[in-house]
């Protein structure tokens, strides 16, 4: 239950810091590289009006007044942003794994070195080998 918790804690604190690499610098550069803003929150398409309303045709006053709205705009950010931290969720897995991979590989080698032989084995070869000598 504690590695759950440790989980649960560390995905929580985790997911901060993607949103933030997303918001504070992929989405900047996708704007800088684009040519403008990337967030299309405000835009969206007015289904049926209320009787009568003259108001202004913003989102916040349409959903207040009672309008119908598809905001197709909103949606479109959401999955902009999703792709974009999915994308570095699989980056950094990617990069946790070769990081395991190449640890792992190290570890295999290491354990893969022969092993000097025990003493007793060790003496009876040099015994052997001076035997043979004469």
Do not use: H
């Not at 504070?24 to 398409?45: C, R």
């Not at 969720?89 to 290491?110: D, G």
Request: charged share 20%; with cysteine; glycine share 6%.
């Amino acid at each position: 239950m504690i590695d759950l918790a440790v989980g649960v804690i560390i995905g929580a604190a985790f997911s901060k810091i993607i949103d933030s690499l997303v918001a504070d610098i992929i989405m900047p550069l996708v704007a800088f590289i684009v040519g403008g803003e990337v967030d299309f929150t405000n835009q969206f398409w007015v289904l049926r009006l209320p009787e009568g309303y003259t108001g202004p045709q913003t989102y916040d006053a349409l959903t207040s007044a009672g309008a119908v709205v598809l905001s197709w705009g909103n949606f479109l950010t959401i999955l902009i942003n999703f792709i974009l931290l999915a994308f570095v969720v699989f980056c950094l897995v990617k990069a946790v794994n070769a990081a395991r991979r190449s640890l792992e590989r190290e570890q295999e080698a290491e354990a893969q070195a022969p092993a000097p032989p025990p003493e007793d084995v060790a003496l009876l070869r040099e015994i052997r080998d001076l035997l043979q000598q004469k």
